[in-house]
């Protein structure tokens, strides 16, 4: 981020990422991997490195212990997010979830508050979840 005042879209979707991840107490290992290989691979992270993937990370980090950083969050990234990209940002939270240690409350919560603060509707943010359930299914070798 490289102010506080304003951020890029692509700086949004990676706090939106921040965010889910952190809210549990920390970012586990494999939800900074799930974060990198994200922003390796999807368009709109076109142009956006690795690289700046860690300091940007780090500066939502830092946001987050602010006073009213959680709000000062919401702001950044609904400025950023064009509608189409606010989509993005609630799917990326959810890949982050799914992909990680499991979903902890604490991480649904801030999904919920991510969902919130970009006014996503709820029909949309159902079917991004039910998407990214669908990707993370298992087979049982029982079935």
Do not use: W
Not at 16 to 42: N, P, W
């Amino acid at each position: 981020m490289r102010s506080q005042d304003s951020i890029n879209a692509p700086e949004a979707l990676v706090l939106t990422m921040v965010l889910v991840s952190a809210a549990d107490g920390g970012m586990t290992d494999r939800e900074i991997g799930v974060m990198s290989a994200l922003v390796q691979t999807l368009p709109a992270f076109q142009g956006f490195t690795t690289s700046e993937l860690t300091g940007v990370t780090d500066r939502a980090v830092s946001l987050l212990h602010e006073d009213d950083g959680l709000a000062h969050a919401g702001r950044l990234m609904r400025a950023a997010l064009n509608p189409k990209l606010r989509e993005t940002a609630y799917f990326l939270g959810c890949e982050v979830v799914a992909g990680g240690d499991g979903a902890q409350r604490q991480s649904l919560d801030m999904l919920e508050f991510v969902r919130g603060e970009l006014k996503l509707d709820t029909l949309i943010s159902t079917a991004i979840e039910r998407g990214v359930r669908a990707r993370y299914q298992r087979v049982d070798p029982a079935d």
